[in-house]
């Protein structure tokens, strides 16, 4: 239906009449909310919210009635008015292939008496297919249902995926991490994670301040010199303005998320001071604070666990190869005591455990950075808990592990939490892990 407005939209500026883009939001919000069951109402919302004189009403009227009209379907009967070799529908019209029995002469009926000679020829249309029966009006609501829900997105969210490259589909980059994957594949994807790295560090720059001391800022003497002519020449300083921003990452651990997660902290981790100003809370039905084990996991050098807690599974976890310093990802999940990478996700008890606990995310400068599927296993998901959280947070941002087909199908309730969120970035791959870490790295 978005797309039936905005071409609606356009055939009433095509004729003259001004709808700026925040009555076409307002257009949209009016019809989720009186619904496409009955025209009047459709009608009546559409004109409140795009039309503001009486010479826009009439174009309205007139271009509704046109654009919003119910299908012609062929007939079976003869046109009034329509002559003996004239066809009855359009599908024969424009010397088309006539009925195959049109120049057939018809069997006189059983009950014909005698003087009554029988028709010379078929009745026009005769011969000419039924049209398709309509689609069923359930498959119909179904299919609206879907995309109305998969196509709107709240006006304080904001969607952003990675540029499409030119890479092939078997580029460790571009796996879909939720796929079943394994030991050795994964072991190739993480492989990947220091060239983006150091591909994020060449490409991010910080922000530079004038400074008593520091590194000689040879541009910025040169621009000054020039505004007094050379007299007095002095070379200022400068040095890396001062990060003020605190984060709080909150990442789903469970089996599907795993993967992405260990992904999304090691190299996090490269970029933002653990302990100091990020503080990493780990979840799968409740909040863990994990800041300093994934601290020691990104930084200790051949580090081993006990035999206990690195015996082989009998199925690869995701996150087994994932290991910067000899450490696998799973394996530093194991040693935190108070979480259970094995229970169903819930999300909104996570959040609300998250909402009363002393750890709530707050501060006029706090990122709020949250890395999910949205997958609450029919659990209630709570949404006002974000809503909560979001009002005590300068911004939070979502990593959504799943494509934005996915959003809001099955047990997915991500389309609930989006009026509280102010970027969705499509992670789905490691570029995509990548393409939000940018994103988070530019709001510090």
């Known amino acids: 239906m978005i797309s039936a407005l905005a071409r609606f939209v356009d055939a009433l500026r095509a004729e003259g009449v001004v709808v700026s883009p925040a009555e076409t939001l307002d257009a949209g919000r009016a019809l989720d909310l009186v619904g496409l069951e009955e025209k009047r109402a459709v009608h009546a919302a559409l004109k409140a919210t795009l039309v503001k004189d009486r010479r826009a009403a009439e174009v309205f009227d007139r271009l509704f009635q046109r654009f919003f009209a119910p299908p012609v379907f062929p007939r079976r009967e003869q046109r ?265 996700s819930d999300y909104g008890t996570a959040f609300h455990a998250l909402l009363t606990s002393p750890k709530r995310p707050r501060g006029r400068n706090t990122v709020l950075v949250i890395l999910g599927d949205a997958r609450t296993n029919r659990f209630d998901p709570l949404p006002w808990t974000l809503e909560e959280l979001s009002r005590g947070c300068r911004a939070v941002i979502w990593l959504a592990s799943e494509p934005r087909p996915k959003w809001g199908s099955e047990d997915s309730v991500l389309p609930l939490y989006l009026p509280w969120i102010d970027l969705v970035v499509e992670a789905t791959d490691l570029a995509g892990l990548a393409h939000g870490l940018t994103e988070l790295i530019r709001r510090l």
Do not use: C
């Not at 560090?201 to 000689?216: K, M």
């Not at 050379?230 to 990442?251: D, N, S, Y």
């Not at 990104?298 to 015996?311: D, E, I, M």
């Open 80 to 344: 009034p008015g329509a002559g003996e070799g004239e066809p009855s529908n359009r599908r024969n019209q424009g010397g088309g292939i006539p009925p195959p029995d049109a120049d057939r002469k018809p069997k006189a009926p059983d009950n014909a008496t005698e003087g009554q000679s029988p028709r010379r020829r078929a009745e026009p249309g005769k011969g000419v297919k039924p049209p398709a029966p309509a689609p069923d009006k359930r498959r119909r609501d179904r299919a609206l249902r879907n995309d109305r829900r998969q196509s709107e997105i709240p006006s304080r969210a904001q969607a952003s995926r990675p540029k499409p490259g030119s890479a092939r589909a078997e580029d460790p980059t571009h796996r879909i991490l939720a796929a079943r994957m394994s030991t050795d594949e994964e072991r190739r994807i993480a492989h990947e994670v220091p060239r983006l790295i150091e591909a994020l560090r060449l490409g991010l720059g910080r922000r530079l301040v004038r400074a008593s001391s520091g590194r000689p800022w040879v541009r910025r003497a040169l621009r000054e010199s020039v505004a007094t002519g050379g007299v007095p020449f002095t070379i200022p300083m400068r040095a890396p303005k001062p990060r003020r921003t605190r984060v709080v990452v909150l990442a789903d651990v469970s089996f599907s998320t795993a993967r992405a997660a260990g992904l999304f902290l090691w190299m996090a981790a490269s970029f933002l001071k653990l302990g100091r100003n990020t503080r990493t809370l780990l979840f799968v039905d409740r909040p863990v604070d994990a800041t300093e084990a994934i601290r020691r996991w990104a930084a200790r050098a051949g580090a081993a666990l006990p035999a206990s807690q690195t015996a082989p599974s009998r199925r690869p976890r995701p996150g087994e190869s994932i290991a910067p310093h000899g450490v696998s990802f799973a394996d530093m999940i194991d040693t935190l005591p108070d979480l259970n990478p094995h229970a169903p």
